[in-house]
């Protein structure tokens, strides 16, 4: 299963941001999809995720500015990122919890991760 992620870039703060990541199409049942940072010297943190059924999660530095969403038939999550502020500079990485057509378990999918920085 592969993760291709795209949509990050340098804005200054205030600014706005979509990041956008699709996974292949051998992934056959998705349950949930979240994106992740990693900021330089820190852990990587959850920023938001996403289910199935469309219940949503917030890293209390996301909630109010960032919006996450997903297309089902796209196999796609997005990111809306708004009133972006310096302290959201870091890597950003999408997951995706879901399982291959014929196996039984679900596991865990990483993409390659989009820089965004955010300038003052």
């Known amino acids: 299963v592969q993760l291709q992620a795209s949509g990050g870039g340098s804005v200054q703060a205030g600014g706005s941001l979509r990041l956008s990541c699709q996974a292949s199409?051998?992934?056959?049942?998705?349950?949930?999809m979240g994106w992740y940072r990693q900021a330089p010297g820190k852990e990587r943190e959850l920023v938001a995720t996403?289910?199935?059924?469309?219940?949503?999660t917030y890293s209390d530095s996301a909630k109010g500015r960032f919006t996450i969403s997903r297309d089902n038939a796209k196999k796609t999550v997005y990111l809306q990122m708004n009133s972006l502020k310096p302290e959201d500079t870091a890597v950003y990485y999408c997951n995706v919890n879901g399982r291959k057509l014929f196996e039984d378990v679900a596991s865990d999918y990483w993409g390659q991760g989009t820089q965004v920085t955010v300038s003052s």
């Open positions: 199409r051998n992934i056959f049942a998705i349950n949930v």
């Open positions: 996403v289910t199935k059924f469309d219940v949503t």
